[in-house]
């Protein structure tokens, strides 16, 4: 069960206080038992008051060790809990860091305020053609992109943003890339969270699609032939170039 810092001091108070009482009652109480039957035989009533002081500090003694005991084994449950606590911070650190360096993407941590990075990945460094090193002490998210005022713009209006530009690599080179970044708050310091992917692979596909795509209609062109879709679901007709040039038609007029 929790307790609170108030709770634990009343409950101290509590045990000072029903100490006190029950030390006073056993003194005063003592005292009028000894001299109510001993107060003829002096010699007697000095032992008895020498066993009641011994019997006073022997009680008091194993009282002080219990609560002593009991602290001590609370002190250790808290000692416990803190290497648990601190076991679990480390492991959860090290497993989003370990995350944080595997991810395939470019990822930052960057000081809002100075656009300084603060952490990248091994990816960024792959991606970039930088080491570690140079984005950490050299380089700003300035110097990663081709128009500084664009990205000063997305990055002032603090909100999650997917956005495609380009990036500039080692070298001046540079390439496409779709980024993801978000600001938060931490420790009282503004940072931002960025993801960057390499879109070159993705442009190239789509460029060799449409080309191919533009191959195809330029045969059926000089071969005179054509091809028509018939989609069931909507019951529409999509016609090839080719086979509006066969019927003599435009794309413009119904077939």
Known sequence: MKTTPQSRRKSIIQLV?????????????SDILLTAFFSANVE?????????????????SGMFYFFCMKWQRHLERVETNLELNALEVVTGKTKYARIFEVANEALFIIDRDTLKFLEVNESACVMYGYIKNDFLHSLSVLDMTINPESSIKSINSETIRVEYALHKKIERRSFSGRYFTHVFLTDDQRLIAASVRNMTTHYELVNSLKSNEQKYIDAQLMGNVGNWTWDLRTQSVIWS??????????????P
């Open 17 to 29: 206080v029903l100490y006190a009482v029950m030390s006073g009652a056993w003194i005063f109480l």
């Open 44 to 60: 007697q009533f000095k032992e008895y008051s020498i066993l009641k002081g011994l019997f006073f500090v022997g009680t008091t």
């Open 241 to 254: 170039p080719g086979l509006y040039k066969i019927y003599g038609i435009t794309p413009t007029e119904l």
